[in-house]
């Protein structure tokens, strides 16, 4: 009877380890997109409000404002407002950098690593006023869209939302 305590409760910790580990991995899914993949993300027409932040794991001015986007998700999230992070960082980086990076940062936004070395073509196509420089943002819904290519504190961020949520 021992015997069988013992291995039942063995398998009942290899469970629940295996089930602990894959929230965890799930938690920091992060998917690699090319342009394609990415354009319909950037054109939805439904009834949200879309805060698209580009971005890379090596760009200091991207880092420092995170944690405004980090909050901008948590307070808004339940307000039909979805915040998307963009990286910038090489896709084979993703195991090695970007997933640790985020799980350090507790970055809790769906993070997205684009893929795609057509930057003449995307950059002009996402925005025709951007120079390509990081970090940059769109915010937008089926009615406005507006293109920054700055940094965000959390006010700032939270008074351009405003714009949109007032329509």
Same mark, same amino acid.
């Given at each position: 009877?021992?015997?069988? $305590? ?19 991995? @799930? ?28 971005? =890379? ?10 944690? =405004?986007? *980090?909050?901008? $998700? ?7 407002? *979805? ?5 910038? +960082? ?23 690593? %684009? $893929?795609?070395?057509? *930057?003449?073509?995307?950059?002009? +196509? ?20 507006? %293109? &920054?290519?700055?940094?965000? +504190? &959390?006010?700032?961020?939270? $008074? @351009?939302?405003?714009? %949109?949520?007032?329509?």
């Amino acid at each position: 009877m021992l015997k069988k $305590n013992i291995c039942f409760s063995i398998v009942l910790m290899m469970l629940f380890c295996t089930e602990v580990k894959s929230q965890e991995n @799930e938690e920091f899914k992060v998917n690699v997109l090319n342009y394609e993949q990415l354009k319909p993300l950037l054109n939805k027409k439904d009834s949200k409000i879309y805060v698209v932040n580009f971005w =890379a794991t090596w760009c200091v001015p991207c880092v420092k404002e995170l944690p =405004a986007f *980090e909050k901008l $998700n948590k307070e808004y999230k339940n307000k039909n407002v *979805e915040v998307i992070l963009v990286s910038l +960082d090489l896709a084979r980086q993703k195991e090695r950098s970007v997933i640790p990076f985020l799980k350090k940062k507790n970055i809790r936004s769906s993070v997205l690593i %684009f $893929n795609d070395s057509n *930057e003449q073509f995307w950059i002009e +196509d996402i925005a025709k006023e951007w120079t390509g420089s990081i970090p940059a943002t769109i915010i937008y819904n089926k009615k406005k869209r507006k %293109f &920054y290519e700055q940094s965000f +504190d &959390y006010e700032e961020l939270k $008074n @351009e939302l405003q714009t %949109f949520l007032k329509q």
